[in-house]
């Protein structure tokens, strides 16, 4: 299984009357999202689901990608490692899946999958993290197939 993490892109601050939910994208997360994305499809299998935070933020980011994804209250902000494992179904889906949603989890999720311990990795805004499962010798281990952030593109 190989499990993408992809962190929204950059977002106003809240503003009046609005909540931290409805913060859409910045036109540079914009910008960012669509560099991103445009690297996302020339490598994610077609089977990839995709499964993306209830945010307005992560929703626009997802969107960069693709018009058709599930949104998952389990992946919202502050939600935990167990409950994005859960809503992506680690470790026993099969093929990809890419989960679009918010620092800490995203690094606290590739900190447990590949050091057993849930760090408070930083992921930067808008970039991916690309994670697979790999059958060895000594047991099932995770390594880090990918990783860029839209600046570096």
Do not use: N
Not at 27 to 48: I, N, V
Not at 76 to 98: F, Y
Not at 112 to 118: E, P
Not at 140 to 146: E, F, G, K, P, S
Request: net charge positive; charged share 30%; hydrophobic share 40%.
């Amino acid at each position: 299984m190989d499990l993408i993490l992809w962190r929204h892109a950059e977002a106003r601050e809240i503003g009046d009357r609005e909540t931290d939910a409805d913060r859409p994208l910045t036109d540079k997360g914009r910008r960012q999202a669509k560099r991103m994305a445009e690297w996302l499809s020339r490598h994610l299998p077609e089977s990839t689901r995709v499964l993306v935070s209830p945010t307005a933020r992560t929703r626009q980011t997802a969107e960069a990608l693709v018009s058709k994804f599930r949104t998952a209250e389990e992946l919202g902000p502050e939600r935990s490692v167990t409950e994005l494992l859960h809503a992506a179904r680690w470790p026993d889906a099969r093929g990809a899946v890419l989960v679009v949603g918010h620092q800490a989890t995203l690094g606290m999720t590739a900190a447990y999958l590949m050091s057993g311990d849930a760090q408070p990795w930083s992921i930067r805004k808008g970039a991916v993290w690309w994670l697979r499962q790999r059958e060895r010798e000594s047991g099932t281990t995770v390594v880090l197939h990918a990783a860029s952030a839209p600046d570096l593109l």
